[in-house]
């Protein structure tokens, strides 16, 4: 499922900036190569649908700036305090349709958790996918972040959950918005789970997300680190804890974005890239890597599901271990994630949590560099315009015109300090 671009060349929605003539035109080459992608294959297509409650909408829930709607899951008996879990679906779905098949209703009825389900429309994207790639929809107290952190403030003042006891997740762009939410609130979020996504901060534009989808982009784990610290300028942690799912077969977004986002989150909790322990998940031996910090805390787990594709691993069923439905693409028959990440998240009252451990500094690592056009600068965060001209963030330094045609090296040190690269830069 390409979760990049529209199905047809209609510009996204605007929000006090221009329209973007580069995604429509992007919009109708990529649907000649992936537009066979977005139709159910036959056999799903003819499966019965599954009966299943209706989600509860919630009309009003703050300003919401990121035009989403707010649908809950709430089951029928509640607890004080109860924990909440937001969850956001993947392209060209919506927010029953996740409901209906992912399996995590099943876990929130059994242990008694509040389910958020974020949904957008084809007026904020075409392909009614969440914008994790857009600046405006990234940025803490902007946009689609926003919209989604106002979601779980709601939650606690309406239905009484605990804001200590929040977590996210979602599969492909929602995945990849999953991990926005995460570095932009990380205070507001324990844990989140991110199914076939991609590392926070990795596209900030069609062109550069698309290479992020596929072949993934592979930079060092300070570097990682540096675009999740820099979301929220000044906070020291805690950091949520990250559990990352991915098919070893997705050709839509490619597995190596696993590896780059686990070295994302081990550098931000001052962990190593080299697993504590392995182990193997359920008759399909799903491959698991986790690091644990000294305390004995995971604080990254990687599932590797084989022989699977693009989506969410579901196990049809009523056993304790399985859940979810494959009546339509990218639920895939393999392993119940759902269970296990509710497992991770701590909500099946078996998992007890160590206390939480100190913040960590962040991993050193040599100034990082960029070569990219003084436009692109601009839209990473790298550089400011003011009267047709871009400047270096930070120092200030002059870049010469705010276009696509002027191009400049820059050089990050300290971190959010950028200056025009002389000589070598790594």
């Known amino acids: 499922m390409p979760y990049v671009t529209p199905s047809h060349p209609a510009p996204p929605r605007r929000r006090g900036g221009r329209p973007s003539r580069l995604f429509s035109a992007l919009a109708a080459a990529v649907t000649l190569v992936t537009g066979a992608a977005l139709v159910p294959h036959a056999a799903e297509a003819q499966a019965a649908p599954r009966a299943a409650a209706a989600l509860e909408r919630v009309a009003d829930f703050g300003a919401n700036p990121g035009a989403l709607s707010m649908y809950v899951h709430r089951p029928a008996s509640l607890p004080a305090k109860a ?141 990682w680190s540096r675009a999740v610290r820099d979301a929220h300028p000044g906070y020291a942690g805690p950091w949520p804890r990250v559990a990352i799912w991915h098919g070893d077969n997705d050709a839509t977004v490619a597995p190596r ?108 690592d040599p100034p990082a560099c960029w070569t990219a056009s003084n436009y692109e600068h601009v839209r990473a965060g790298r550089a400011t315009t003011t009267g047709g001209y871009a400047y270096a963030k930070g120092s200030g330094q002059s870049l010469g015109l705010y276009n696509t045609f002027v191009t400049r090296t820059l050089k990050e040190s300290p971190p959010g300090h950028y200056t025009i690269a002389t000589g070598s830069c790594p």
């Open 83 to 223: 924990p909440v879990v937001v969850a956001l679906h993947g392209c060209t779905q919506n927010a029953q349709l996740y409901a209906d098949n992912s399996g995590l209703n099943t876990f929130a009825d059994r242990h008694g958790f509040l389910v958020v389900y974020a949904e957008t429309t084809t007026a904020n994207n075409a392909n009614r996918c969440f914008n994790w790639f857009q600046p405006g929809d990234i940025r803490r107290g902007q946009g689609e972040a926003a919209s989604i952190r106002q979601m779980v403030a709601h939650a606690t003042t309406a239905y009484g959950t605990d804001p200590a006891r929040a977590q996210v997740t979602g599969l492909s762009a929602g995945g990849a918005m999953t991990a926005v939410m995460l570095a932009a609130y990380p205070e507001v979020f324990a844990a989140g789970a991110v199914i076939a996504g991609i590392p926070y901060g990795c596209g900030t534009d069609v062109v550069s997300a698309f290479s992020c989808m596929s072949p993934g982009a592979d930079r060092t784990p300070a570097a």
């Open 257 to 364: 974005n696993a590896d780059e986002l686990r070295d994302q989150w081990t550098a931000v909790h001052g962990l190593g890239q080299t697993p504590s322990r392995t182990s193997t998940l359920g008759p399909n031996n799903t491959r698991r890597s986790e690091y644990v910090t000294a305390g004995g805390r995971t604080a990254v787990e990687v599932n590797k599901v084989p022989g699977i594709g693009h989506g969410t691993p579901v196990a049809p069923g009523t056993g304790p271990q399985q859940c979810g439905a494959t009546a339509t693409q990218h639920f895939i028959a393999s392993i119940c994630s759902s269970y296990w990440i509710t497992t991770f998240f701590g909500l099946d009252g078996t998992t007890t949590e160590p206390p939480t451990e100190p913040p960590v500094d962040p991993p050193t």
